[in-house]
């Protein structure tokens, strides 16, 4: 299905092959949505060309001079978890910092500089409260979905490594913070529909601890929809932060 779809999106722009790309005017964006039999699919399409035109959502990112309109599925991701933070942030009384913006770099100093690796590590984003520090680290990749449906032992050798890594990854965050609690989640896109039977099912989000005197860390995989109201996952990750406000140290 997913091959089909790329095909036929590849011969829709062979069609398009020396037509100028020009962004539909304002006045004939408001006739599309004055019409009443579109499918679903035509409206959300439509909403997302107004949040593209009127630089609304998706964290601001809406930089498209110059670019074809194609969007970097990595980058759309982050920025849709970034509006999640904050969408979340004024809720918990925390502020948000965000990796796009450069706001959360850590530089790494080695002993050695010229025979040193990576320079520095830079979380995609951070929500930071007076006693906890929530990290979030968005993949753009099925994992998550992968390894509820099918279990640990159920995914391939490839999706375990990368898994693996990924968790790696977050655990070097979790040495960047000096709050009492620090909780770095892997967050990981699934289809709305997925989303809603994990949360049926409670499992939406899976944490474990690694308790470590005077700290304690957690580690979680957050699933997040591509599509719905931001409150419905919004709400799960304010409940994280929130537990983790009052959960004793």
């Not at 978890?81 to 530089?107: C, D, F, K, N, Y």
């Not at 830079?122 to 520090?133: H, T, Y």
């Not at 994992?143 to 509820?148: K, V």
Request: proline share 6%; charged share 25%.
């Amino acid at each position: 299905m997913a091959r089909d779809l790329i095909m036929l999106c590849d011969r829709l722009i062979a069609r398009l092959v020396g037509s100028p790309p020009r962004p539909p005017e304002a006045r004939l964006r408001a006739s599309w949505h004055r019409r009443v039999a579109v499918p679903s699919a035509f409206r959300e399409g439509i909403h997302a060309i107004d949040w593209t035109m009127e630089e609304r959502g998706l964290a601001g990112l809406a930089d498209l001079a110059g670019l074809s309109w194609r969007l970097d599925m990595d980058l759309f991701f982050e920025a849709w978890v970034e509006t999640i933070a904050t969408w979340v942030a004024p809720r918990v009384g925390a502020t948000v910092r965000s990796g796009r913006l450069e706001q959360t770099r850590v530089p790494l100093d080695w002993s050695t500089p010229t025979s040193g690796s990576q320079r520095s590590l830079l979380p995609d984003v951070v929500l930071e409260g007076p006693d906890v520090v929530v990290v979030l680290d968005s993949k753009y990749k099925q994992h998550a979905d992968d390894i509820q449906r099918l279990g640990w032992h159920g995914v391939s050798d490839n999706v375990r490594e990368q898994h693996r890594n990924d968790l790696l990854q977050a655990l070097a965050y979790s040495t960047l913070f000096e709050a009492p609690r620090v909780v770095t989640l892997l967050v990981y896109p699934c289809a709305e529909d997925s989303w809603w039977r994990l949360h049926e099912r409670g499992r939406v989000l899976s944490r474990a601890r690694a308790r470590t005197s005077p700290r304690n860390i957690e580690l979680g995989l957050l699933a997040v929809p591509l599509g719905g109201e931001i409150a419905d996952v919004g709400g799960v990750l304010e409940g994280v932060v929130r537990e983790a406000v009052g959960s004793p140290n």
